[in-house]
């Protein structure tokens, strides 16, 4: 059964970056679309970052909130997907979740974007503070 595993977490000062990995266990990524969430104390979950599966030609998608300053990508070999996060804001601080979707391959739009039929991951702390 699929497993997938976040890391790359932690403690950073305003204006820092972090790199989140997503290993994936005991399966591939697949073919379908791959998204990052997150999940702020008292907030609603939302989508920050979203890939097509291989079948599917686009770029990746992100949420305006972090446009420009996350990027989303994918290696296939070491079956790992990757959220590289860049002038980190205290806004940003989140549970940061990754999921695998089974039926969709293709991200849509980001004020919707969610993983109902799939696979997450249990989710890594980002805390952005001074």
């Known amino acids: 059964q699929l497993q997938l595993v976040e890391s790359g977490g932690g403690l950073v000062q305003p204006g820092g970056s972090l790199r989140l990995s997503c290993a994936a266990s005991?399966?591939?990524?697949?073919?379908?679309?791959i998204g990052w969430f997150r999940q702020a104390a008292g907030k609603e979950r939302e989508a920050v970052a979203c890939?097509?599966?291989?079948?599917?030609?686009?770029?990746?998608k992100y949420a305006d909130s972090v446009k420009d300053r996350f990027t989303m990508s994918r290696d296939n070999a070491k079956n790992t997907v990757y959220l590289q996060m860049n002038n980190l804001r205290p806004e940003d601080t989140a549970v940061y979740y990754c999921a695998v979707d089974q039926i969709f391959y293709t991200c849509g739009d980001m004020s919707s974007m969610t993983v109902l039929s799939g696979t997450w991951g249990q989710g890594t702390q980002v805390t952005v503070s001074s």
């Open positions: 890939i097509n599966g291989p079948s599917r030609s686009g770029s990746p």
């Open positions: 005991g399966g591939t990524l697949g073919g379908g679309r």
